[in-house]
């Protein structure tokens, strides 16, 4: 898992809290590609039970290259327990990173965790693969098949994306993904030998749980800033309708993005996006009562329960 004579280093870790505000887990990457969790429930975290050599996950492109981590990964709630955790990978810290002679595949990946001992991602072969192409413009297609999470047969351990010819490009992730409302937003990274020029990257807004598109398969807008930071999301307006019968409503909140980068085309550092650019799609949300139930003798529980009191 670990390979001898390869440069390592670990990322910045995300930490996962309980309700009580106790550290239950922490994921943080390295430059080797491995994701690793660090399970601090109920045992002390530099105990044996996190001395392990065996990660949650090692990202290799088709080719079994290692494709380093260098952000902190973002996580999320799984459905029916566990979590996901979002990363995207390369590096930019080094001269020779941005040779293209050293450009290699980069991934964004969706990792499914079940939190079960021995558990871990073997491979790409046990995630749902998405496939990003050419789109109208500069914007990107990106395509890919339903799947259910699942650590047994028929379920797919999370789902991952390839750069669009970032072996050539040399597009990577080295900022750090935001999430909002159940969705992902992050950018990339496209080295560029001049700052001032179109591009330096891209801008993908996906759902955080299918690593899908929010809205008509596109993402992937190509920057007008040069070179970008991580994005900033802010809740621009929120509409609650009207509760239906059972006392439940829908609550529609939506989200504006802030880029800065170093310039690009526009000569600017920084810059909002508007609704008709890069807002996000209203997202709606279930608020009030979920649900009820009717209690036919609640006077025979009273007067009972009353009197043990």
Not at 259 to 266: F, Q, W
Not at 281 to 298: G, M
């Amino acid at each position: 898992i670990l390979e001898p004579g390869l440069p390592n280093g670990l990322s910045s870790p995300a930490v996962v809290v309980g309700e009580d505000g106790a550290v239950r887990y922490a994921y943080a990457g390295d430059l080797q590609g491995n994701l690793w969790r660090f399970d601090f429930t109920g045992a002390k975290p530099w105990l044996e039970k996190n001395a392990g050599t065996t990660p949650l996950f090692t990202a290799t492109d088709d080719t079994l290259a290692r494709q380093p981590i260098s952000t902190q990964p973002k996580v999320v709630f799984a459905p029916g327990g566990g979590y996901v955790v979002l990363f995207g990978t390369g590096k930019f810290s080094e001269e020779t990173d941005i040779a293209p002679d050293n450009f290699r595949s980069q991934s964004f990946y969706g990792i499914f965790d079940a939190n079960a001992d021995s558990y871990v991602v073997s491979g790409r072969s046990q995630m749902a693969s998405r496939t990003l192409s050419k789109s109208a413009g500069d914007i990107l297609h990106l395509t890919g098949k339903q799947f259910s999470y699942g650590a047994t047969a028929g379920g797919k351990k999370g789902w991952y994306f390839d750069f669009f010819e970032s072996e050539k490009t040399g597009e990577r992730s080295v900022s750090n993904p935001v999430t909002a409302s159940g969705q992902l937003i992050f950018n990339s990274l496209i080295p560029c030998g001049n700052p001032c020029l179109q591009g330096g990257g891209r801008s993908y807004a996906l759902n955080a749980l299918t690593g899908m598109p929010i809205a008509q398969n596109e993402s992937g807008r190509l920057s007008m800033l040069g070179l970008l930071n991580e994005p900033v999301v802010m809740n621009i307006g929120t509409q609650i309708e009207a509760k239906n019968a059972f006392g439940k409503a829908m609550a529609k909140k939506q989200h504006a993005v802030i880029d800065s980068g170093t310039g690009g085309a526009n000569g600017i550092i920084a810059a909002g996006q508007g609704a008709d650019a890069k807002a996000l799609a209203a997202i709606k949300l279930p608020v009030k009562r979920f649900s009820w139930r009717e209690i036919v003798n609640w006077q025979e529980l009273r007067a009972t329960f009353g009197k043990k009191q």
